[in-house]
């Protein structure tokens, strides 16, 4: 064998397994989504009593709390077990939200976490010790989240993994064998922290 000939097929045996491989991209499912809120009223929602917190405007849907700091949480009345949900977020300042799903919850962190004291926006959450587990963290939100705009974010809850895009950008993915049952999904504003956080153009669909 001629030199010229081998050389490649030497290099070829020898290179690092997988060198040549490329990571397949993790791309939002091909499915149609319908909105979820109607851009008039809560209609669809389960609405605290009394509520001080959550109002529409302008097509907006927006969370605040109260003079004292509470707390409040806004449920879908429908449960959804696989499915992906797509919603524009935006807020000013410090916040503590986050989208909540499955059951046992599980959390998709917006703001700063009021356990480590930093902007989590993109990770999960599943409370205890752990809080936010290292492999459901969001670890690049900064460079493809925009501070005060409208942010599009996606979520899919499929079996038993969860996955993140933001703005169009893979996020974070956390996959979690216990999180497995169907529940509502719901909208959060923290207590004990003054924020108001601001949702439009939410929309979900249900994946097989």
Request: glycine residues 8%; positive net charge; charged residues 25%.
């Amino acid at each position: 064998m001629k030199l010229r000939f081998a050389l490649p097929l030497l290099l070829a045996l020898f290179a690092p397994l997988g060198a040549s491989e490329t990571k397949p991209a993790i791309v939002p499912s091909a499915v149609t989504l319908v909105p979820i809120f109607n851009g008039k009223d809560l209609s669809g929602w389960k609405t605290p009593t009394p509520n001080p917190f959550w109002k529409v405007a302008n097509g907006v849907l927006i969370g605040e709390n109260d003079d004292k700091q509470t707390g409040s949480m806004l449920w879908t009345e429908r449960s959804y077990g696989n499915f992906a949900l797509e919603l524009d977020v935006r807020w000013q300042g410090e916040i503590d939200s986050g989208i909540m799903l499955r059951k046992p919850e599980l959390q998709l962190q917006f703001g700063v976490s009021r356990s480590l004291k930093r902007d989590l926006t993109g990770s999960f959450y599943i409370g205890g010790k752990t809080a936010y587990p290292e492999e459901g963290q969001a670890k690049d939100v900064s460079s493809i989240f925009k501070p005060g705009e409208w942010n599009r974010v996606r979520l899919e809850a499929r079996g038993t993994t969860f996955t993140v895009w933001i703005n169009g950008r893979h996020a974070s993915q956390y996959t979690n064998i216990k999180y497995a049952e169907a529940a509502p999904i719901g909208l959060q504003i923290h207590a004990k922290l003054a924020m108001k956080v601001e949702f439009r153009d939410i929309r979900a669909a249900e994946l097989p």
